[in-house]
T-cell receptor
C-alpha cells in the first residue's frame, strides 16, 4: 500500500458525460501527478500540482481539468467523454515538486460506453 | 522527442538472472526510475538513478550511463512473482517532476 488513495475504483459512464476522479496523496506529500494508462499508449503524464499550484502540464486534453485543494487532495475532471477516454487513471504523489520517487495510487478504471 | 526505448517482452527461467535495458534521449536528463507493474495494478517504485553507476537493492540492481543514455535493471534469483511489466521512466529538466515512461517490458518467468 503506497498511502495514496483514489476513488472510485471503477467508473462506467456514457459518452458525453462528465466525471470526477479523486485522489488523496500520502501524508506529507505536497505534489500530486495525474497519469492516464491505456492499452495502446502506456502511461502518459497529464498534469502536476504542487501545494495547490499547477506545476507542469502534459498532453492533457482541453476537456480535462484538475485542481489541488488546500487539504492537498486533488480532483481530475473529465468532460464530454469519448470512447477513447476509457483507461486507467493513476494519481501519484511525492514530497516536493522537484524530487524523486513518485508513489502511485491504485487507480480508477474508467469505461466509457 | 523524449523517446524512451525498452524491449517489449522478455522470458526468463525461475532462479536465473535477467537484464532489462532502457535507452533514452540524453538532452535535459534529470533522473531515471524503474517501476514494476502487475496487470491492472499501480506501478510500484523499484529504483532511482541520477549518477552513473550501479545501485543495488536486494535482488534488484539498476545501472546508469548518462553519456550513453542507457540504463538497465538487473533482476537476480528470479521468482514467479517477478512476472510483471517493468517500466523505465525519465525525468527531464524543465518539466516539473513529471515522468516520461517507456512502454514497459513484459517479463515472463517460467519454471
Amino acid at each position: 500500500d503506497s498511502g495514496v488513495t483514489q476513488t472510485p475504483k471503477h467508473l462506467i459512464t456514457a459518452t458525453g458525460q462528465r466525471v470526477t476522479l479523486r485522489c488523496s496523496p500520502r501524508s506529507g506529500d505536497l505534489s500530486v501527478y495525474w497519469y492516464q494508462q491505456s492499452l495502446d499508449q502506456g502511461l502518459q503524464f497529464l498534469i502536476q500540482y504542487y501545494n495547490g499550484e499547477e506545476r507542469a502540464k502534459g498532453n492533457i486534453l482541453e476537456r480535462f481539468s484538475a485542481q489541488q485543494f488546500p487539504d492537498l487532495h486533488s480532483e481530475l475532471n473529465l468532460s464530454s467523454l469519448e470512447l477513447g477516454d476509457s483507461a486507467l487513471y493513476f494519481c501519484a504523489s511525492s514530497v516536493m515538486g522537484h524530487t524523486y520517487e513518485q508513489y502511485f495510487g491504485p487507480g480508477t478504471r474508467l469505461t466509457v460506453t | 522527442g523524449q523517446n524512451i526505448d525498452q524491449p517489449t517482452e522478455m522470458t526468463a527461467t525461475e532462479g536465473a538472472i535477467v537484464q532489462i535495458n532502457c535507452t533514452y534521449q540524453t538532452s535535459g536528463f534529470n533522473g531515471l526510475f524503474w517501476y514494476q507493474q502487475h496487470a491492472g495494478e499501480a506501478p510500484t517504485f523499484l529504483s532511482y538513478n541520477v549518477l552513473d553507476g550501479l545501485e543495488e537493492k536486494g535482488r534488484f540492481s539498476s545501472f546508469l550511463s548518462r553519456s550513453k543514455g542507457y540504463s538497465y535493471l538487473l533482476l537476480k534469483e528470479l521468482q514467479m512473482k517477478d512476472s510483471a511489466s517493468y517500466l523505465c521512466a525519465v525525468s527531464f529538466t524543465g518539466g516539473g517532476n513529471k515522468l516520461t515512461f517507456g512502454t514497459g517490458t513484459q517479463l515472463k518467468v517460467e519454471l
